[in-house]
Structures are given as structure tokens and as C-alpha cells.
């Protein structure tokens, strides 16, 4: 098993431009999250999934959309990169819930320029 | 205001020894605490769970307690090794949705 996979690992946009970052997982997992991770804070949720074809809000939203067309894949997109969502993008998934371990896809680099 | 903090320095700890970090929160209730392990350019691994009405869990040389009066958890590397050095990351499951609320991290640093 691959476990969950992201693509890019590193990416630079310049503002104003769009991209989609890419997040897979092979476990079957029902429950899929996109994370940012800044220096010196928390994660913080983006959005999240509870199965194919729902998406939700999480913490930090704005700016940010998703799609779960397919149970194993998750996409965030970013339709006008802005300087302030340079970060680390992680992707995760839980088999059945919230209590479940989370398990991390290697994240996505990104910058905006 | 709702906070969770583990403490933001990095700690120092000579191989063989045990390191503790700490996990502060307020004004949360969680049903459960989690500790991930982080490496540089990685993404997070679980490591332990540990339930409101669970005192201690233990894996290996990891410890975790949890004090829900304090509202603290403590995890604990007994017989620390240069390995073991890693962002070690604490997380609180509200059990009410379906987000985990982060901490920052601890840096530990294990010398040899």
C-alpha cells in the first residue's frame, strides 16, 4: 500500500495564479482532510470529507475549494493564489471517524509569490 | 478563548534520559488526546490515543497521561535515543465534530 500520496511536493505560483494540489489514498478510507501547517501554529483544517461526493468547511476555508468526486481522491484547489496561503499543504485520512488515527500524506510545498 | 499550547522552545535532552513534553489546553472538553510524531519535511504519524477516562497509556518507551482536571497531557520517551529527536505533535478530539484541534509542537533534540 502507498498509504496517502500527494502531488506536487513542491510547487511556486505567482499571486493570482490558480493550481490544484492532489491527495490519494489506498486504504479505503471514508474520511479525508486538507491541512495547512504554518510556522509556530497548528495544523489548521482547510475542508474535509466524510465520504465521496460530500465536502465540508473547516477552520480556514477562504480562499481555498475541494472536490471528492472519487472515494480515494481529494483535490483542494486554489483558483487565485494570494501570498498569505504560502504554506505546507498536508493531506490526511481516517478510516471511519474523527477518533480514528489520521494518516498524512507527505505534503505540498508551496509558495506564492 | 480556546488554546491549546505545548511549549514552543525546543528541549534539549542528553541520550539515555527521558523527555517529557507538555500539552495545555482551556476551555476545551476533549474526549481524546493524540500525540503524532513529526519529521522534518514529513507529514505527521500517530503514535498514541489516550481516552478522558484513561490516567496513562503506554507503547514501548512512550508514556502518555492525561489529567483532565489540570487539563494537561504529558508524554514521556524513557530511555531517549538521537532517533528520537522530532516535532512531537498533541491534538484534541472534541468528539462533537469532526476536527482535531492542533498544538504547535514541541522540538525534541536528543545528544548523544
Known amino acids: 500500500n502507498a498509504g496517502v500520496t500527494q502531488t506536487p511536493k513542491f510547487r511556486v505560483l505567482k499571486t493570482g495564479q490558480s493550481m490544484t494540489l492532489l491527495c490519494a489514498q489506498d486504504m479505503n478510507h471514508e474520511y479525508m482532510y486538507w491541512y495547512r501547517q504554518d510556522p509556530g501554529m497548528g495544523l489548521r483544517l482547510i475542508h474535509y470529507?466524510?465520504?465521496?461526493?460530500?465536502?465540508a468547511k473547516g477552520e480556514v476555508p477562504d480562499g481555498y475549494n475541494v472536490s471528492r468526486l472519487k472515494k480515494q481522491n481529494f483535490l483542494l484547489g486554489l483558483e487565485s493564489a494570494a501570498p498569505s496561503q504560502t504554506s505546507v499543504y498536508f493531506c490526511?485520512?481516517?478510516?471511519?471517524?474523527?477518533?480514528?488515527?489520521?494518516?498524512f500524506g507527505p505534503g505540498t510545498r508551496l509558495t506564492v509569490l | 478563548s480556546q488554546k491549546i499550547e505545548q511549549n514552543s522552545e525546543a528541549l534539549n535532552i542528553q541520550e539515555g534520559k527521558t523527555a517529557t513534553l507538555t500539552c495545555n489546553y482551556t476551555?476545551?472538553?476533549?474526549?481524546?488526546l493524540q500525540w503524532y510524531r513529526q519529521d522534518p519535511g514529513r507529514g505527521p504519524v500517530f503514535l498514541l490515543l489516550?481516552?478522558?477516562n484513561e490516567k496513562e497509556k503506554r507503547k514501548e518507551r512512550l508514556k502518555v497521561t492525561f489529567d483532565t482536571t489540570l487539563k494537561q497531557s504529558l508524554f514521556h520517551i524513557t530511555a531517549s535515543q538521537p532517533a528520537d529527536s522530532a516535532t512531537y505533535l498533541c491534538?484534541?478530539?472534541?468528539?462533537?465534530?469532526?476536527?482535531?484541534?492542533w498544538g504547535a509542537g514541541t522540538k525534541l533534540i536528543i545528544k548523544p
Open positions: 489516550i481516552r478522558e
Open positions: 491534538a484534541l478530539d472534541l468528539d462533537s465534530n469532526y476536527q482535531l484541534i
Open positions: 470529507s466524510v465520504g465521496e461526493g460530500t465536502t
Open positions: 476551555n476545551y472538553s476533549p474526549a481524546y
Open positions: 490526511a485520512s481516517t478510516p471511519t471517524s474523527n477518533t480514528d488515527t489520521q494518516y
